[in-house]
Each structure stands twice: as structure tokens, then as C-alpha cells.
């Protein structure tokens, strides 16, 4: 019993003494990797993805996307500034590529390292969608979310490890083994992902209309999202991304509060949706 205690108390400590705040919520989150050590294996995982890969340069929508990008990274700035959070971004080295290949995604690496798919430009069909895109994608590495992940699968890891040493008994641990993993997924990990996920959607959608989209976009994004899909998807509670009809409804709920967010700025009109 004495060595279980101990191991309790050396994780709740490294827990506690391992957090960082989130800018935009205020809210301590895990830290247990540093950006310091993070985002140098980040820059060096996207420049192999981008040796390996087809990258558009010099066409209309390359352009696009890195036009949407510096946008966004701006808007994130002018927030980030204004909210008391001058300096944040000295260490993100944002960069903005279009990869071709028929893959409905877009990806940001910590540190703003950011990949589109060609895939995904005849859903988005207009650069506001794209906006949204990016929003979304910049705001997961605004609010450290893949750091988070990781630290969060260090104490899942943890907790089984712990979990193996202090049962003794082999019929124990191994029904142990067997639930633990699915239910720390289910019930923890799994959450924890739609929740940056939502966390996300919310951040982007400001910094879309801070840089001068209309979010309401975002919301007929996921709809041609939902279409593209072909309602093929797990059931929510199974995924690491909300429901696609989850998703259409918080930003539709949320996109009134962007534009007053953006009004702050002086953005109180928004740009035409720029179909290509």
C-alpha cells in the first residue's frame, strides 16, 4: 500500500509541477515535452514529409493557401497582442505548403508548420472555407494541442505501467490490461481529442473573422464535409473528431460571437467568399 501511495503522489506531483496555460482560455494544461524540445522534431518531421511528397508551388491556389495563412497568422497575432500575450509566437516559424494528392485533409505541426491537400479544395470551394481551414489548423498549434496529446499519452502509458506494478495477481492484471486500454481510450483519450478538436473549431472561427472571412462559412464547410463523407463515420463517442452535425452546430452558434470578436479589430465587414 505504501509503494502504491508513493506512486500516486510522484505522478499527481509530476502532473502538477509539468503544466503550461493555455493563452486563450486561461486553463492549465499537460506539458511534459517542452515547445523548446518539440517543435525542433517538428520542423524536421514536416521538411521529410515535404521531401517526400508532391508540393504545388507557383499556381493560383499555392498562392492561396500561403495568402490565407500569413491572413490568419496575423489575426493570431493581433489577438494574441491584445490579450496580453505579446511575444508568444517568437518561436513559431509558420509555413504554408499545398502537397498534391487526393486527400481530404490539412494538417499543422506544432510551431505552424501547416500542409493542405489538394484533396480538400473542391470541398472548401472558396477561400473563406479555406480560411476556416486554417483557423482551425493554426489554432491547434496556437493552443499547444499536439503537446498536450503527448503528455497525455505519457500519463495513459504511465498509469498502466503503475497499474501492472502494484497488482500481483496475474488473473487480475491481465483483466486489468484488457479493460484498461479500451476504457482509458474510450473514456479518456477519445474525449480529450474532440475536445481540442471543439477547442479548436472555437479558436479558428475568431482568428477566420479577425482576418477578415465570414465565419459563417465554417459552418456550410462541414455541411459539404458531412456530404463528401458519405455519412461514413464512427459513431461520435468512438472518434477523435465531434460529429460532423455537432460541429455544424457549435459554429453556427459561435459565428455571432466571432464577428463581435472581430468588430473589436475594426473587421466589420468580410471578404467576398473568393470561389476558385
Known amino acids: 500500500m505504501k509503494f502504491k501511495n508513493t506512486i500516486v503522489v510522484t505522478l499527481t506531483l509530476v502532473m502538477f509541477m509539468s503544466c503550461a496555460t493555455n493563452p486563450f482560455t486561461g486553463k492549465k494544461t499537460l506539458a511534459f515535452v517542452s515547445n523548446s524540445q518539440l517543435f525542433p522534431t517538428a520542423f524536421a518531421q514536416y521538411n521529410q514529409v515535404l521531401t517526400e511528397s508532391k508540393v504545388e508551388t507557383g499556381t493560383a491556389r499555392a498562392d492561396m493557401i500561403k495568402r490565407v495563412g500569413q491572413r490568419i497568422a496575423v489575426a493570431a497575432e493581433r489577438w494574441l497582442n491584445a490579450n496580453g500575450q505579446q ?128 465565419p459563417d ?12 463523407s458519405g455519412g461514413q463515420a464512427p459513431p461520435e463517442f468512438l472518434s477523435t473528431h465531434p460529429a460532423n452535425q455537432t460541429r455544424i452546430d457549435n459554429l453556427t452558434a459561435l459565428s455571432p460571437a466571432a464577428k463581435a470578436e472581430a468588430k473589436k479589430f475594426g473587421v466589420t465587414s468580410f471578404k467576398p467568399l473568393g470561389k476558385y
Open 217 to 228: 462559412e465554417a459552418a456550410n464547410l462541414w455541411r459539404r464535409m458531412a456530404a463528401a
Open 87 to 214: 511575444g508568444y509566437l517568437n518561436d513559431y516559424k509558420w509555413e504554408y505548403n499545398l502537397i498534391d494528392e487526393d486527400i481530404i485533409n490539412a494538417w499543422c505541426m506544432p510551431g505552424g508548420k501547416i500542409v493542405f491537400y489538394t484533396g480538400i479544395l473542391p470541398v472548401a470551394e472558396n477561400e473563406s472555407a479555406v480560411a476556416a481551414i486554417m483557423g482551425h489548423e493554426v489554432a491547434h498549434a496556437l493552443a499547444n494541442h499536439g503537446q498536450q496529446r503527448m503528455s497525455a499519452g505519457m500519463v495513459q502509458q504511465g498509469l498502466a505501467v503503475a497499474g501492472n506494478i502494484a497488482i500481483k495477481d496475474d488473473q487480475t492484471r491481465n483483466a486489468f490490461n484488457q479493460y484498461y486500454g479500451v476504457g482509458s481510450n474510450v473514456l479518456g483519450m477519445l474525449p480529450f481529442s474532440r475536445s481540442h478538436e471543439t477547442e479548436a473549431d472555437k479558436i479558428g472561427l475568431y482568428l477566420t473573422a479577425i482576418a477578415g472571412y465570414n
